[in-house]
C-alpha cells in the first residue's frame, strides 16, 4: 500500500465514524507487541481498528433516540405511532433492509414483524441462522400512510439516518428485500428481476438484492420463493456457510 493510499483509507475510516457521531475513539489497550511480544508485519495487517462495541452501542441508542425526535418528513411524522429503529446485534453477518414499516411494525416498535416478518424469519432459518444474529431495518424509520412506497424525498431524508447505522452496526452482508430497498441504497430504477441474483458493494460491503417477502406472500407462483432462494444460496456461498440440506431439497 503506498502512504497515498493510506492516508485516504484512514480519513475515509475517521470520517465514517464522525458521520456515524463518534467524535473521539480511545487509545487502545497495550497490544502484545508493546508488551514485548514479536511484532506484527504491519504490512500485512491492512484492517483499521475499529472503536470499542461500548462506543459503537452508545452511538447507536443516541441514532435512535434521535430517530425517534426526527420530524423532517411532515406527513410521516404527523401519521407515525411512533418510530421503528433497526434491530439485531453489532457485527451482525447479515442485514437485511425492507422498504419501511407496516401497520404491524408501526403499532410494535419493531422492524419486520408482521406477515411479511414471519416469512423473513422462515428464509433466515432456512439459512441456518437466526433472526436474533442478524441486523433488520429499513429505508424508512415511519411507516408511510396505507403503505404506499416510500417517496424519494423521504428515502433521502432517511438516508443518513440508514448510513449512520450501518457505518455502526458494520454488517458483513447487505440483503436489500424488495425494490425500493435496492433501488434507493443501490440508487437504481432497475426493477427487482433484474437486479437480484449478483453482487454489489456499497461501502465497501458486498449487498445482494432479492424479491421482497410481502411480494412471495402475494405471489400464486412459487417462482419468486425458488429464486429468492437461489439468491440466498449464492450469498451462502460467498460466506463461506454450508446451504442446509432440507433448503436443497425443496429448492
Ligand atoms: N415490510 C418492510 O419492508 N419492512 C418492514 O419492517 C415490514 C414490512
Known sequence: MTDDEADRQLRAYFERYRNAGIE?????????????APPMSL???HHTPS??????????????????????CKELAATRTQTVFGVGPLDAEVCF?????????DRQGEP???????LLNRIIAACGMKREEV???????CRPPGNRTPRADEAANCRPFLERT????????IVCLGASAANYLLDSKLSIGKMRGRFYEFQGIPVICTFHPAYLLRSASPEPRRQVWEDMKM?????????????????
Do not use: W
Not at 487509545?27 to 514485548?36: A, D, F, H, L, V
Not at 470499542?52 to 452501542?57: A, F, K, L, Q, T
Not at 419486520?112 to 414471519?118: D, E, P, R, S, W
Not at 450469498?235 to 431439497?249: A, D, F, Q, W, Y
Open 97 to 105: 433492509i425492507g422498504e419501511a414499516p407496516g401497520a404491524d411494525e
Open 166 to 173: 450501518l457505518d455502526l452496526v458494520q454488517p458483513r452482508y
Open 235 to 251: 450469498l451462502l456461498t460467498r460466506m463461506g456457510r454450508p446451504i442446509p440440506e432440507v433448503n436443497r431439497r425443496s429448492s
Open 43 to 45: 504490512l500485512t495487517q
Open 51 to 72: 472503536p470499542p462495541v461500548s462506543d459503537r452501542h452508545q452511538a447507536l441508542q443516541l441514532l435512535s433516540e434521535e430517530v425517534k425526535a426526527c420530524t423532517k
Open 112 to 118: 419486520f414483524v408482521g406477515a411479511a416478518g414471519q
Open 135 to 141: 441486523y433488520i431495518c429499513n429505508i424508512l424509520r
Open 24 to 36: 473521539f475513539i480511545p487509545r487502545p489497550r497495550k497490544s502484545p507487541e508493546e508488551k514485548g
